[in-house]
Every structure is written in structure tokens, then in C-alpha cells.
């Protein structure tokens, strides 16, 4: 696929629990599909942001996720307990690994879906494929999208984000994630807006359950 080689190889790449091979792209989906049930069937996160997420927490580099099983370097295990956090390491999000894959991607769906739900609302509210990826991009970066009237959110935190303007948004990354949007949606880029979508069919990740 047209795509730069590091991110061709991300979004082809996997990671190995138990013995077991999961392809990120699959888990991705898996995400991707939870959100849509959570939204009974109203929106979701599309595949490529998920994925694109997860790659730019990586540096694109599918080995990092396999050392800490924390697919975007969240820093709270948001009660799972196979989250553990490096005593000699004190960067926010990378001083936690998952030591159970299946948890720390149980872990990550139920924050961005449920903790960002902003997110979600922001690709479906404007029509999804590219623009929406686009939005939906912003929206994560930005932790916020204008045009959000659902409830607001309190998620894995002791703090209520209304996430509808600047003064009530939750940021994932404190430094945002500029220049995802276009990353996502660039016309080279075939590996990640093809997948511009939800997934609304079970993907079937060996080990994995319905969240919702």
C-alpha cells in the first residue's frame, strides 16, 4: 500500500501475548467495534484514528507497544489491575505497562470511548470518511469538539470534562497531536484512510469479549 514504510509496517504489524499473534490492525477494529455497541449503533471511532493514535504514541514502531502492552501510553490503569507503573520512571503515560495485553487493550477501549467520548460524536457529526477522521483527530488533539451536546464525562478520573469548549476539554496528550489530522487523511497515506470507518461486525480477537 502507498504508505511511508514505517507507517505501512504499524498499521501491518502486531504484537504477541501468551503465545498468541494479535495484528493491531484486528485490535483496532475490536475498539472501533465497541464503540459503535456502546453508541448503540449512533456513532463510533473509526479504525484509522485508533490505529493513527496508537502510532503516533509509538513513534509507529509496533515493538514499543509490545514492551508495555499500553497501546497509547494512557497513565491510569482505569481499575484493571495488570496496570503496573515503573517505580524508576516518571513520565506520565510510559511509566505504565499492562502485563495482561487483553487488559491493557480493555483498559484503552473503555478510556477512549467512555473518557473521550467527545471524540466519537466528533466523527459521526461530520459524516465520517475523511472529514470526520479529520475532526475526530482534532477533537482528540484539541480534547474538546464545539459541536458536543452529550453528557459530560468523568471517566477514569476524579474530574467531570463537559469536553464542548476549550475550558472544559481533557486532553489525552499534553502536547496534542498535531498534524494527525492530515496524516490520517493524506491521499499517500492509502494504508490509514481506507480505514476510515467503524467497525459495525464483531472482529472476533481471540480473547477477547464485548465490553458493552
Avoid at 502485563?99 to 461530520?126: D, F, P, Q, W
Wanted: net charge positive.
Amino acid at each position: 500500500m502507498p504508505c511511508a514504510s514505517n507507517i505501512n509496517s504499524f498499521v501491518n504489524g502486531s504484537v504477541t501475548y501468551n503465545g498468541t499473534r494479535y495484528d493491531l490492525l484486528a485490535l483496532a477494529k475490536w475498539v472501533s467495534y465497541q464503540s459503535w455497541r456502546k453508541s448503540g449503533g449512533l456513532n463510533g471511532l473509526p479504525v484509522s484514528l485508533i490505529i493513527a493514535q496508537w502510532g503516533f504514541e509509538h513513534s509507529w514502531n509496533a515493538g514499543s507497544v509490545q514492551t508495555s502492552y499500553n497501546f497509547a501510553y494512557q497513565d491510569g490503569t482505569c481499575g484493571f489491575s495488570s496496570g503496573v507503573y515503573d517505580p524508576n520512571n516518571s513520565t506520565p503515560g510510559k511509566r505504565l505497562r499492562f502485563t495482561n495485553m487483553l487488559e491493557g487493550i480493555r483498559s484503552y477501549a473503555k478510556l477512549i470511548i467512555e473518557g473521550y467520548i467527545h471524540v466519537r460524536y466528533a466523527y459521526s457529526g461530520n459524516g465520517g470518511n475523511s472529514a470526520g477522521a479529520a475532526a475526530a483527530a482534532n477533537a482528540l488533539s484539541v480534547g474538546y469538539w464545539t459541536g458536543y451536546t452529550g453528557p459530560a464525562t468523568s471517566y477514569c478520573s476524579s474530574t467531570s470534562y463537559a469536553v464542548n469548549s476549550a475550558s472544559t476539554r481533557r486532553l489525552w496528550a499534553t502536547a496534542g497531536y498535531n498534524g494527525m489530522d492530515s496524516t490520517i487523511t493524506s491521499s499517500n497515506n492509502t494504508c490509514l484512510n481506507t480505514l476510515h470507518y467503524i467497525q459495525k461486525t464483531d472482529p472476533n480477537v481471540y480473547g477477547l469479549t464485548n465490553l458493552y
